[in-house]
Nanobody, 123 residues
Framework: VQLQASGGGLVQAGGSLRLSCAAS????????MGWFRQAPGEEREFVAG????????YYADSVKGRFTISRDNAKNTVSLQMNSLKPEDTAVYHC?????????????????WGQGTLVTVSS
């Protein structure tokens, strides 16, 4: 499956952004989906994940209550609504697909990755 992330940009602290990831090339609904981020000099970290049917979602503690992940299997898209953004949310955000039923948090579990979209939050 091919993934294309979009929606990043520059926003002031406290603002909002909505990231989208469009999938093509395979049956989107067979994949659990995740969003990861990577700041300069840091390791890639899990942000949020959603199961195949949207029955389960899971968030990193750092974004819980501020970010919301959702998917539309009819449109082959997964989104990340980011509210109350903080400067420490600045990173390149990647969407990823995992051929598994459950939401997993380790990057090594994910089979396919999008190219990433940059989110910059100014203070």
């Amino acid at each position: 499956v091919q993934l294309q992330a979009s929606g990043g940009g520059l926003v002031q602290a406290g603002g909002s952004l909505r990231l989208s990831c469009a999938a093509s090339g395979d049956t989107f609904s067979r994949y659990a989906m995740g969003w990861f981020r990577q700041a300069p000099g840091e390791e890639r970290e899990f942000v949020a994940g959603i199961s195949r049917s949207s029955a389960w979602t899971y968030y990193a503690d750092s974004v819980k209550g501020r970010f919301t992940i959702s998917r539309d299997n009819a449109k082959n898209t997964v989104s990340l609504q980011m509210n109350s953004l903080k400067p420490e949310d600045t990173a390149v955000y990647h969407c990823a697909a995992d051929d598994d039923m459950v939401v997993r948090t380790r990057p090594a579990h994910y089979d396919y990755w999008g190219q990433g979209t940059l989110v910059t939050v100014s203070s």
